[in-house]
Protein backbone atom coordinates (compact mmCIF):
# COMPACT_ATOMS: atom_id res chain seq x y z
CA UNK A 1 0.00 0.00 0.00
CA UNK A 2 1.00 4.13 -0.29
CA UNK A 3 3.39 5.05 2.70
CA UNK A 4 4.36 8.58 3.69
CA UNK A 5 7.21 8.55 5.48
CA UNK A 6 7.47 11.70 7.91
CA UNK A 7 10.78 12.76 9.80
CA UNK A 8 11.81 13.29 12.18
CA UNK A 9 9.61 11.27 14.15
CA UNK A 10 10.42 14.06 17.23
CA UNK A 11 11.93 16.73 18.29
CA UNK A 12 13.11 18.96 20.69
CA UNK A 13 14.27 22.53 19.84
CA UNK A 14 15.08 25.62 21.86
CA UNK A 15 12.72 28.75 22.06
CA UNK A 16 13.99 30.97 18.96
CA UNK A 17 15.73 28.27 16.57
CA UNK A 18 14.23 26.75 13.74
CA UNK A 19 13.09 23.32 12.70
CA UNK A 20 12.39 21.26 9.62
CA UNK A 21 10.18 18.65 8.88
CA UNK A 22 10.54 16.31 5.97
CA UNK A 23 7.33 14.34 4.06
CA UNK A 24 7.85 12.14 1.44
CA UNK A 25 5.79 9.81 -0.41
CA UNK A 26 7.30 6.77 -0.83
CA UNK A 27 5.61 4.80 -3.70
CA UNK A 28 3.74 7.41 -5.28
CA UNK A 29 3.66 11.01 -6.75
CA UNK A 30 1.57 13.33 -4.98
CA UNK A 31 0.84 16.62 -5.96
CA UNK A 32 -0.96 17.24 -3.08
CA UNK A 33 -0.06 16.83 0.41
CA UNK A 34 -1.88 18.28 3.67
CA UNK A 35 0.00 19.81 6.87
CA UNK A 36 -2.00 19.52 10.18
CA UNK A 37 -1.37 20.14 14.03
CA UNK A 38 -2.84 18.60 16.58
CA UNK A 39 -2.96 19.21 20.39
CA UNK A 40 -3.58 16.53 22.84
CA UNK A 41 -6.81 15.16 23.21
CA UNK A 42 -7.85 17.13 20.40
CA UNK A 43 -8.75 16.24 16.28
CA UNK A 44 -6.75 17.19 13.86
CA UNK A 45 -6.60 21.17 12.22
CA UNK A 46 -5.67 21.57 8.94
CA UNK A 47 -2.57 23.95 9.06
CA UNK A 48 -2.00 24.09 5.40
CA UNK A 49 -1.93 22.65 1.46
CA UNK A 50 1.14 21.90 -0.01
CA UNK A 51 1.09 21.67 -4.07
CA UNK A 52 4.02 20.92 -5.72
CA UNK A 53 5.63 23.60 -7.53
CA UNK A 54 3.28 26.58 -6.10
CA UNK A 55 2.66 28.61 -2.79
CA UNK A 56 0.81 26.78 0.01
CA UNK A 57 -2.46 27.74 0.53
CA UNK A 58 -2.83 28.17 4.65
CA UNK A 59 -5.88 28.34 6.65
CA UNK A 60 -6.80 30.89 8.28
CA UNK A 61 -5.02 31.94 11.73
CA UNK A 62 -1.83 29.84 10.24
CA UNK A 63 1.13 32.63 10.23
CA UNK A 64 2.91 31.55 6.70
CA UNK A 65 5.87 33.60 7.79
CA UNK A 66 6.05 31.09 10.63
CA UNK A 67 5.20 27.77 8.54
CA UNK A 68 7.18 27.49 5.71
CA UNK A 69 6.29 24.87 3.24
CA UNK A 70 8.07 23.98 0.47
CA UNK A 71 7.07 21.05 -2.11
CA UNK A 72 9.87 21.34 -4.62
CA UNK A 73 8.77 17.75 -5.82
CA UNK A 74 6.07 14.86 -6.37
CA UNK A 75 7.56 12.69 -3.48
CA UNK A 76 8.78 15.71 -0.92
CA UNK A 77 7.39 17.96 0.77
CA UNK A 78 8.61 20.26 4.07
CA UNK A 79 7.32 21.84 6.67
CA UNK A 80 10.37 24.51 8.39
CA UNK A 81 8.79 26.00 11.85
CA UNK A 82 10.41 29.19 12.02
CA UNK A 83 11.75 30.96 15.46
CA UNK A 84 10.09 28.38 17.26
CA UNK A 85 8.36 29.00 20.78
CA UNK A 86 7.03 26.85 23.15
CA UNK A 87 3.44 27.29 22.38
CA UNK A 88 4.47 25.52 19.04
CA UNK A 89 4.67 22.42 20.49
CA UNK A 90 2.49 19.94 19.17
CA UNK A 91 2.12 17.20 17.29
CA UNK A 92 2.21 17.55 13.29
CA UNK A 93 1.11 15.02 10.33
CA UNK A 94 1.65 15.56 7.14
CA UNK A 95 -1.05 13.35 4.21
CA UNK A 96 -0.69 12.58 0.41
CA UNK A 97 -2.45 11.13 -1.71
CA UNK A 98 -2.30 9.73 -5.38
CA UNK A 99 -2.76 11.92 -8.13
CA UNK A 100 -5.91 11.61 -10.65
CA UNK A 101 -7.77 8.82 -8.24
CA UNK A 102 -10.48 8.68 -5.90
CA UNK A 103 -7.56 7.62 -3.48
CA UNK A 104 -7.98 8.14 0.36
CA UNK A 105 -5.12 10.14 2.01
CA UNK A 106 -2.29 8.50 3.29
CA UNK A 107 -0.42 9.64 6.79
CA UNK A 108 3.05 10.11 7.80
CA UNK A 109 3.41 8.92 11.36
CA UNK A 110 3.47 12.55 12.61
CA UNK A 111 6.36 14.29 14.31
CA UNK A 112 6.17 15.46 18.07
CA UNK A 113 7.54 18.79 18.26
CA UNK A 114 8.92 20.06 21.93
CA UNK A 115 10.02 23.77 22.16
CA UNK A 116 11.79 24.51 25.28
CA UNK B 1 -17.90 21.01 2.50
CA UNK B 2 -19.92 19.04 4.33
CA UNK B 3 -19.46 18.72 7.78
CA UNK B 4 -19.71 15.72 9.72
CA UNK B 5 -21.10 15.26 13.33
CA UNK B 6 -19.76 11.82 15.09
CA UNK B 7 -20.52 10.52 18.89
CA UNK B 8 -17.70 11.94 21.07
CA UNK B 9 -17.00 8.89 22.64
CA UNK B 10 -18.49 4.85 22.78
CA UNK B 11 -17.34 1.91 24.89
CA UNK B 12 -17.92 -1.77 24.31
CA UNK B 13 -15.92 -5.15 25.24
CA UNK B 14 -14.22 -7.42 22.99
CA UNK B 15 -15.93 -9.78 20.75
CA UNK B 16 -19.13 -7.37 20.20
CA UNK B 17 -20.08 -5.88 17.26
CA UNK B 18 -19.66 -1.70 16.94
CA UNK B 19 -21.54 0.56 14.62
CA UNK B 20 -19.77 4.37 15.03
CA UNK B 21 -22.25 7.04 12.99
CA UNK B 22 -21.10 9.74 10.98
CA UNK B 23 -23.55 12.34 9.90
CA UNK B 24 -23.20 14.05 6.78
CA UNK B 25 -26.45 16.35 5.80
CA UNK B 26 -24.82 18.40 3.16
CA UNK B 27 -22.92 16.02 1.78
CA UNK B 28 -22.48 16.79 -2.12
CA UNK B 29 -23.14 14.48 -5.42
CA UNK B 30 -19.81 13.92 -5.91
CA UNK B 31 -18.28 13.44 -2.22
CA UNK B 32 -16.94 9.93 -1.08
CA UNK B 33 -17.03 8.51 2.67
CA UNK B 34 -13.61 7.41 4.11
CA UNK B 35 -12.96 6.32 7.97
CA UNK B 36 -9.73 7.04 9.47
CA UNK B 37 -8.29 5.14 12.76
CA UNK B 38 -5.72 6.83 14.86
CA UNK B 39 -3.76 5.55 18.05
CA UNK B 40 -2.00 8.13 20.39
CA UNK B 41 1.06 9.50 18.79
CA UNK B 42 0.81 8.32 15.32
CA UNK B 43 -0.65 9.39 11.79
CA UNK B 44 -4.23 8.81 11.20
CA UNK B 45 -5.03 5.05 8.95
CA UNK B 46 -7.23 4.73 6.31
CA UNK B 47 -10.08 2.10 7.30
CA UNK B 48 -12.65 1.95 4.80
CA UNK B 49 -13.86 4.38 1.31
CA UNK B 50 -17.47 4.25 -0.08
CA UNK B 51 -19.78 6.11 -2.43
CA UNK B 52 -23.22 3.93 -1.85
CA UNK B 53 -24.42 0.80 -0.16
CA UNK B 54 -22.48 -0.91 1.72
CA UNK B 55 -18.70 -1.25 1.03
CA UNK B 56 -16.45 -4.14 2.98
CA UNK B 57 -13.05 -5.05 3.61
CA UNK B 58 -11.09 -7.39 5.73
CA UNK B 59 -11.53 -4.75 8.78
CA UNK B 60 -14.77 -3.12 8.88
CA UNK B 61 -17.84 -2.77 6.94
CA UNK B 62 -19.54 0.76 5.66
CA UNK B 63 -23.08 1.03 5.59
CA UNK B 64 -24.61 4.15 3.14
CA UNK B 65 -28.13 4.36 3.05
CA UNK B 66 -30.03 5.75 -0.63
CA UNK B 67 -29.92 9.42 0.69
CA UNK B 68 -26.05 9.34 1.95
CA UNK B 69 -26.81 11.37 4.66
CA UNK B 70 -25.31 9.68 6.94
CA UNK B 71 -22.82 6.24 7.16
CA UNK B 72 -22.18 3.65 9.48
CA UNK B 73 -18.89 1.90 10.95
CA UNK B 74 -19.23 -1.39 11.31
CA UNK B 75 -16.08 -2.94 13.49
CA UNK B 76 -16.78 -6.61 13.71
CA UNK B 77 -16.26 -8.23 16.84
CA UNK B 78 -13.96 -5.87 18.30
CA UNK B 79 -10.63 -6.39 20.54
CA UNK B 80 -8.36 -4.12 22.86
CA UNK B 81 -6.49 -3.21 19.96
CA UNK B 82 -9.40 -1.82 18.29
CA UNK B 83 -9.22 1.09 20.92
CA UNK B 84 -8.61 4.21 19.09
CA UNK B 85 -10.09 7.75 17.99
CA UNK B 86 -12.18 6.73 14.61
CA UNK B 87 -12.58 9.70 11.73
CA UNK B 88 -15.17 10.05 8.89
CA UNK B 89 -14.31 12.57 6.48
CA UNK B 90 -16.65 13.40 3.90
CA UNK B 91 -15.11 14.96 0.27
CA UNK B 92 -14.14 14.74 -3.21
CA UNK B 93 -10.44 13.95 -3.97
CA UNK B 94 -10.77 14.46 -7.43
CA UNK B 95 -11.54 18.25 -6.70
CA UNK B 96 -8.40 19.42 -7.01
CA UNK B 97 -7.02 22.17 -5.95
CA UNK B 98 -10.27 22.62 -3.62
CA UNK B 99 -10.62 19.81 -1.60
CA UNK B 100 -10.10 20.49 1.79
CA UNK B 101 -9.59 16.96 3.87
CA UNK B 102 -11.11 18.26 7.10
CA UNK B 103 -10.95 16.70 10.34
CA UNK B 104 -14.17 16.49 13.04
CA UNK B 105 -13.98 15.27 16.65
CA UNK B 106 -13.76 12.24 15.76
CA UNK B 107 -15.22 8.74 17.93
CA UNK B 108 -12.92 7.83 21.60
CA UNK B 109 -13.41 3.97 21.06
CA UNK B 110 -12.46 2.54 24.45
CA UNK B 111 -12.85 -1.69 24.32
CA UNK B 112 -12.89 -3.17 27.82
CA UNK B 113 -11.73 -6.77 28.39
Known amino acids: GAVVSQHPSWVICKSGTSVKIECRSLDFQATTMFWYRQFPKQSLMLMATSNEGSKATYEQGVEKDKFLINHASLTLSTLTVTSAHPEDSSFYICSARDRGRHSPLHFGNGTRLTVT | LAKTTQPISMDSYEGQEVNITCSHNNIATNDYITWYQQFPSQGPRFIIQ???TKVTNEVASLFIPADRKSSTLSLPRVSLSDTAVYYC??????????????FGRGTSLIVHP
Open chain 2, 89 to 102: LVGDPLRGGSYIPT
Open chain 2, 50 to 52: GYK
